[in-house]
């Protein structure tokens, strides 16, 4: 039984594999309806467990449209309409949802309560985001970047402005595919320090923009305020040079791409001309999401790598 709860946890080998499955699966897709299954429905009569306690749209439909093209079913939980919302421990939602599902995906605010889920349950559990980390949303960035011809070993990615969870799955990314991550953040708004180290070099951070953006292949933010955190003025304010605007971008290689996990707000993190620019890739690499999920199931059952 294998849990997809970072990165790491795959491995490079198993990142390469869910690539290479999710490239073969979107293609041998070509031109069918959306709902409907895989010729070989891999996943048939299997039913995922998704478990919100934040909100969601991109990773919540993914998840329920992947399982349905699996051949199985997924089941997508309000954290705030099941019993967790009344105090039920996670534990003890762990050990019933693995009575009635074959996998389990939790998006929760600490990490230590996907740990506790990964505990007690006795099926596979995914991250769907925490705060600390959004593993499946790079898998998806991944493809979207390989999709554009760009090989992942020896690219220069730049990220701009919070060093959040987003953040810390690409340097993840950074250290297991081989390429460089220069982040540029605000002082106090920095990622983890033990992310950055466990990246062995291949992660840096800057305070200037300029310097993170050259000759970059990549151009990645995400929004200044994430889920859970108050709307701070003083927060916005120390972010403001690292809006991403064309200025920025032409710092970058002139075939570099521009990333955003979404939901954006343009005229912050990113201007409208940049976000819906021709460098732009938000569009196949939120659809990426789903192709994504599908071969991250398909390696936790151990279908795939
Ligand atoms: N990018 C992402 O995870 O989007 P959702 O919050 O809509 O799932
Ligand atoms: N950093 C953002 C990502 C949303 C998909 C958040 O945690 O809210």
């Given at each position: 039984m294998r849990h997809f709860l970072d990165l790491a946890s795959a491995g490079a080998d198993g990142i390469a594999a869910i690539l290479n499955d999710a490239l073969d699966a979107k293609a041998a897709r070509k031109?069918?309806?959306?709902?409907r299954a895989d010729a070989d429905a891999s996943l048939a009569g299997h039913t995922l467990a998704c478990v919100f306690e934040k909100s969601s749209t991109r990773t919540r439909v993914s998840f329920d449209m992947a399982m349905r093209q699996l051949g199985g079913s997924a089941l997508v939980l309000d954290a705030g309409t099941t019993q967790l919302g009344r105090g039920e421990t996670v534990a003890d939602t762990a050990r019933v949802l693995s009575g009635y599902c074959d996998a389990i995906m939790v998006r929760t605010d600490d990490p230590a309560k996907l740990d506790e889920m990964t505990r007690y349950a006795s099926v596979p559990v995914i991250n769907g985001l925490t705060d600390h980390s959004h593993p499946c949303q790079i898998v998806a960035d991944l493809l979207t970047v390989i999709e554009a011809g760009?090989?992942?070993?020896?690219l220069k990615w730049a990220w701009l402005g919070d060093g959040n969870n987003v953040l810390h799955s690409i340097v993840e990314a950074g250290a297991l595919m081989g390429f460089d991550v220069v982040a540029a953040c605000p002082e106090g708004y920095d990622p983890a320090p033990a992310v950055i180290e466990a990246a062995g070099g291949r992660a840096t951070i800057t305070r200037d923009p300029v310097a993170a953006v050259r000759d970059a292949d990549v151009i990645v933010t995400d929004t200044w305020i994430s889920m859970g955190q108050a709307h701070a003025e003083q927060k916005l304010a120390a972010m403001a040079p690292y809006q991403v605007d064309d200025a920025l971008m032409a710092h970058a290689k002139p075939d570099a791409v521009f990333l955003h996990c979404l939901p954006a707000h343009r005229g912050e993190e990113v201007t409208p001309e940049v976000i819906d620019g021709p460098q732009s890739l938000i569009w196949p690499e939120a659809e990426n999401r789903l192709h994504a999920q599908k071969a991250i199931l398909r390696w936790c059952f151990g279908l795939v790598g």
């Open positions: 031109g069918w309806p959306k709902g760009k090989a992942l070993p020896g």
